[in-house]
Nanobody, 125 residues
């Protein structure tokens, strides 16, 4: 089992940037893929981005492609989500998740075994 703690959320104006971080402990971080999901009020949780164990392969939701970048530092057991050109529709609780395997086979929630508590991101217009 792995424990995940997100940080970096907050309030930002539209067009601004935030960087989320997720620190992992309890399991060999470099052995599994990582992902970010988000849940807006009244909506289901949705996939945002994922990265394989090495950082060599990434995947993004169409809604964030070109604006968000996922990265990881295995030496620090941390995954990041750099969010640029933020829009009000990006407002949500953002969750990081640890994959069941080292690779990204798909982006369904069922592919991720452990979840953080979430961090709130609010983008004002």
């Amino acid at each position: 089992q792995v424990q995940l703690v997100e940080s970096g959320g907050g309030l930002v104006q539209a067009g601004g940037s935030l960087r989320l971080a997720c620190a992992a402990s309890g399991r060999a971080f470099s052995r599994y893929a990582m992902g970010w999901f988000r849940q807006a009020p009244g909506k289901e949780r949705e996939f945002v981005a994922a990265i394989d164990w090495s950082g060599g392969s990434t995947a993004y939701a169409n809604s964030v492609k070109g604006r968000f970048t996922i990265s990881r530092e295995n030496a620090k057991s941390t995954v990041y989500l750099q969010m640029n050109s933020l829009k009000p529709e990006d407002t949500a609780v953002y969750y990081c998740a640890a994959g069941r395997t080292a690779f990204i086979y798909n982006t369904r929630e069922s592919e991720f075994a452990s979840w953080g508590q979430g961090t709130q991101v609010t983008v004002s217009s």
